[in-house]
Each structure stands twice: as C-alpha cells, then as structure tokens.
C-alpha cells in the first residue's frame, strides 16, 4: 500500500512540476518579482534618472530668506531620514534669465519678497511638474522660514529664538499597568505591516483548496476516477493526493522567497542613488518594527505560525478533498468553494483587524476556531492580546479538527468518489455523513 501511495505522491508532484503552465507562470512571476524590485533601476538604465540633481535658484528681495530656507529644507530631509541631491543657490540673475536658463530641465526657481502682512510671499517656478515630496518639502521650509523671521523681527534674542523653535520633550505615560508604549506602537505598525505579512499564506490556501477540489473534480467528470479506485483504495489516492498538492503548495512558497532573494541581490549589486533611498525606507520600516518590540517576538512567533500554516494547510485541504468527491460537474465544484473562501476571507480580514478588538472575549474565542486561528491567533499574539497558552490551545484544537475530518471525512470520500448522483450536491455529502 505504501508503495502505492509514494507512487501516486510522486506521479502527482512530478505532473505539477513538468506541466507547461508551472513552468511558465514561474518564469512570469520570477521575471515581474524582477521588474518590481529593480524598476527604477530599469527605468534608469532606459533614461529615466532618479539620481538628477536638482538645482533650485533662489531670488532673495528680502535679503535675509536664503541661508534659513537653505537650512531648513537641508533639516526637513535629514529629519525624515532621505538622501537628497538638491542643490539650493542664491542667483543674482533676474527671472527672465532664470527662466531660460531652466528649459529642458527640472530645475525649480523660488523668487522670495517681502510682504507686510506675511512677512514674506514666494512663487515657485518650474518648466513642467515638480514632484509632489519636493514640493511639500520647500513649501514646509518656507512656512518655518516666515516663523523664523517673525520672531526675529519682534525682537526676541537667539537664545530665546532657539528655545521656541526648539521642539518640546514629550513623554508617553499610560495609568493602566498592564499596558505599554511597545505595545501603542505595535498596534500601529500591525496596521500597516501585518496584512502585507499574511497575504501571501491567505493567497496560498486559496490555490490549495483550488488544486485539490480541481483535481478531485475533473477525474470524476471525466470517469478517470474509476480506473484509479479500481487499482488503490480510496484512502491511498485521497491521502496521496493531500500530500502531493500541499508539497507543491509549500515547495511553490519557497521558490517565491528565493525569487524575491534573488531581485534583492540584484539590487543590491547593482545599488544607486534611488536604491539607497530604497534601503532606508527598508531600514526605517525594521526601526519601526524594532521600536514596537515585534522583533524580540519573531523567535517564538515565526515557529509558532509555520505549525499552524502547515496543520490548516492540512485542515483546508482535507475539507476541499472530501467536499469535492461529492461533486459531479464544474458547477458542483464552484458551490463547495464558496464555504470554504468565506471562513478563508473572514480569518484573514479579522487578523488584519486584531488590533480594534483590544480586551474582547469574542476575538479570544474565534482565535481558537480551527480554519480561522492559522492567521487571527499569530496577529492577536504579536500585539499581546492572547499569550502562548492559547496558541497551543488553537495548535491543539485544530490538531483534533484534522483528527476527526481525516477519520470520519473518509466515510464521505469513499462514497462520493463513485457517487454520480443527480440529487442536490450538499443533500448527497449529508446522505453520505450518515452512513
């Protein structure tokens, strides 16, 4: 029997690898993973350049704005951690010949005067669009430039300036012990970084149930099924069967990471101004996500969350294997994935939301509800509202889910496999559960 079944297991893997559509839709996905994380490089190489200086001439009527605009752009960008290549000078020329000397350029010119209202009034003048991060950035420099001058003119001294322009100390005090600004910060960065996280699992488990409940499908409507059972039993073929699309499924996952691996490398040996730029806002992220303590975390939640994928992997597989063999067309096949996405969707959109039910028993209780925990237990201990106890109860319980499907699934499968029936599909899965 066991020859049987590593027979079927490695004629199933063998049939995914080899088939033209596997190897097609790898070389797209390596070649896009490619484009996407080497574009600007790409773009660059083409024409495009993301590391042109830009020159901005300023004409100064006020005679006092240039050094403090200067400063102040140069502070705004280090503050935000961006590398910048813009050039800012005092022009003695006037604005026609400014205006010449930028055409064909995306050089930018910044008249300033004085206003006894404002106490200053400026006009930004470019050939063609500025980009928006430039823009926002002058803006903000001239408006702290104003404040900068209006304090000076109601003669407040240096020492005094330095004070109000400097920003204040700001602490962070929470009254309920059992609360943290670790945790403050991580329900933020949850919000943002999480669902790109799980995305790809959630992505997976709905090409796994689609592959099985596919392939269940199409060898009943074409009476194949037939010439299987009559030379393995149910369970080898069915077995078999799990084992094979979820290799591929985790096999498919690790090509995904060495694809994405590679475009970094390729990044990284072909860096520039623009990939710098890249690295830091990388770099800023995992400051974000150091500061927010997920990283001391990731020790525990990493093996934590690959048992739980690889046990739902199984769950999910288990039940589009066993709902499948009650089908006898495509449109049977359609029905019994609907279910199956529903809780897929709901544990994925309530493991993005983690961080809104803070302190409720009804987030705690669904996070131990096999097809849902896989994503929603992982994301409510990361933000520190369930602790390790009650992921192994999740781990636990889905252990047992898969117990009794695996046990009791198999009476189904046997009888659904051979089962052409015309009855309604979910009345002949329910006939089947009682025999």
Not at 346 to 371: D, E, Q, T
Request: net charge negative; aromatic share 10%.
């Amino acid at each position: 029997m066991m020859k049987k079944f590593w027979f079927l297991t490695k004629y199933g893997l063998k049939k995914k690898f080899k088939s033209k559509s596997f190897i097609i839709s790898n070389i797209i996905i390596f070649i896009l993973l490619l484009l996407a994380l080497n574009a600007d490089s790409i773009i660059s190489l083409f024409g495009g350049d993301f590391t042109e200086n830009v020159n901005v001439y300023v004409i100064d009527e006020t005679e006092k704005s240039f050094e403090l605009i200067k400063e102040n752009y140069k502070s705004l960008k280090t503050s935000i951690g961006e590398e910048d290549e813009t050039n800012i000078v005092k022009s003695d020329k006037n604005l026609s010949e400014l205006e010449k000397e930028i055409e064909g350029t995306t050089d930018i010119i910044i008249t300033i005067n004085s206003d006894e209202e404002n106490y200053i009034s400026a006009n930004i003048i470019t050939e063609n669009y500025i980009d928006t991060m430039t823009y926002q950035a002058l803006v903000q420099s001239l408006n702290t430039t104003k404040y900068q001058l209006a304090l000076e003119d109601s003669n407040i001294n240096i020492e005094e300036l330095n004070k109000i322009s400097t920003p204040p100390t700001i602490e962070r005090t929470i009254l309920d012990e059992s609360k943290n600004t670790e945790e403050e910060n991580m329900n933020t960065v949850m919000s943002v970084v999480f669902p790109t996280v799980i995305l790809p699992f959630f992505m997976l488990i709905v090409l796994l149930v689609q592959m099985i409940g596919g392939e269940i499908n199409e060898e009943k409507t074409t009476r194949s099924m037939e010439i299987i059972i009559s030379n393995v039993s149910a369970k080898v073929h069915f077995f078999s069967k799990l084992v094979a699309n979820n290799l591929f499924v985790i096999i498919q996952s690790v090509l995904l990471f060495v694809y994405g691996g590679i475009g970094f490398l390729i990044r990284s040996l072909t860096s520039s101004g623009a990939n710098s730029n890249f690295t830091i806002e990388i770099n800023d992220a995992i400051s974000s996500l150091s500061k927010s303590g997920i990283l001391d975390k990731l020790y525990y939640i990493i093996p934590i969350t690959i048992v739980l994928i690889i046990l739902s992997f199984v769950a999910y597989s288990l039940i589009a294997g066993i709902l499948a063999s009650m089908t006898v067309n495509a449109e049977d096949f359609q029905q019994i994935q609907t279910p199956i996405m529903i809780i897929c969707f709901i544990s994925y959109y309530l493991a993005v939301m983690a961080s809104m039910f803070n302190g409720s028993i009804l987030i705690r209780i669904l996070s131990y509800v096999p097809l849902i925990s896989f994503l929603l237990s992982p994301a409510l201990l990361v933000i520190g509202q369930i602790g390790i106890l009650d992921v192994g109860i999740s781990i636990i319980l889905l252990i047992i889910f898969c117990f009794i499907l695996s046990k009791y699934g198999l009476k189904i499968y046997k009888v659904g496999i051979l089962n052409y029936s015309t009855d309604k599909m979910w009345k002949r899965i329910f006939k089947a559960a009682k025999m």
